[in-house]
C-alpha cells in the first residue's frame, strides 16, 4: 500500500467519524445514541477497572478455544470427507443442519446441556465447523489432478503429496473460508454470552449496558469486539498464510 492510498484511507476514516458525531448533535439524546467522543470516555473509563482487562481475556480464551478446537477438527473431517465418499456423504446432512440452525437454538440447547460458563466456545465451535470444512473439501476436490498422476508416477510419498501439492491447493480456500468464519465465531461466541450471560465476559457487560441504558458502554463494549477480532484474524491469517513457505 503506497502512502497516497494509505492517507486516503485514513481520510475515509476520518470523514466517517465526522459523520458519527454529527449524527450524535443531531439526535441529541445519548440514551439513544452517542458519538465518538463520548464512547473513548466510556472505553477510557473502562480499561482502568482491572474487571475489564479480565472479561476481555476470558471471552477471547474461550472464542479463540472454540476457533482453534473447531479449525482442527473441521480439517480433519474434510481429509476423511475426501478420501471416503461414503464419509462425505453421511456428513453433507449433518453440516447442513449446522448451518441452518439459527445460533439462538444452539445457544438455549447449550445452555440447558452444558451450562453457560463454556458457551461461548460451543456456539463458535459449531458456527466454524461447516465453514472450514466446506473450504477444506472444496481446496482438496480442486486440487490439479496432473500433478496428482505425475506424483503416482513417481511414487512420490504421501507425506510430500501433502506438503507440495495438497497444502499448496488447500491453503487459498481455507484462508479464504477463514476470513468469514473467524469474524463469525466472535459475532456467535459473543451473542451466546449475551444470552447466556456468563459471569465475567464480554457479553455479560453488553448485557448490563442494555440493562442500565448505558449506550456509551454498549458501544465501547463493541469497539472492543472489533478490535479484539481484528486483533485475532490477523495473527491466525499471518500464521496460516506461513504454512505455505
Known sequence: MNQNTRIRKYFIWLFWIAVWQAANMLIHNNIIFVGPVDMVKALLELVRDSSFWASVFNSFAKISIGFLGAFILSIL?????????????????????????????????????????????????????????????????????????????????????????????????????????LGMSWKSGVAAEVIGIPEGSIGEQLYYSKL?????????????????????ERLFLYLLGKVKH
Open 77 to 181: 473431517l474434510g481429509c476423511l470427507a475426501y478420501a471416503v465418499p461414503l464419509v462425505k456423504d453421511l456428513l453433507e446432512p449433518m453440516m447442513m443442519l449446522i448451518k441452518s440452525v439459527p445460533v439462538a437454538s444452539f445457544v438455549i440447547l447449550a445452555l440447558i446441556w452444558i451450562g453457560s460458563h463454556n458457551l461461548a466456545v460451543f456456539t463458535s465451535f459449531l458456527v466454524v465447523v461447516p465453514m472450514i470444512y466446506v473450504s477444506t473439501l472444496s481446496g482438496l476436490e480442486h486440487t490439479d489432478r496432473k500433478l496428482l498422476e505425475m506424483a503416482m508416477v513417481f511414487r512420490m510419498p504421501l507425506l510430500k503429496q501433502v506438503r507440495y501439492i495438497y497444502i499448496p491447493a488447500v491453503l487459498p480456500y481455507l484462508i479464504s473460508g477463514c476470513r468469514t468464519a
Open 212 to 232: 442500565y441504558l448505558d449506550t456509551a458502554g454498549l458501544f465501547a463494549w463493541t469497539f472492543v469486539i472489533i478490535i479484539a477480532s481484528a486483533v485475532f
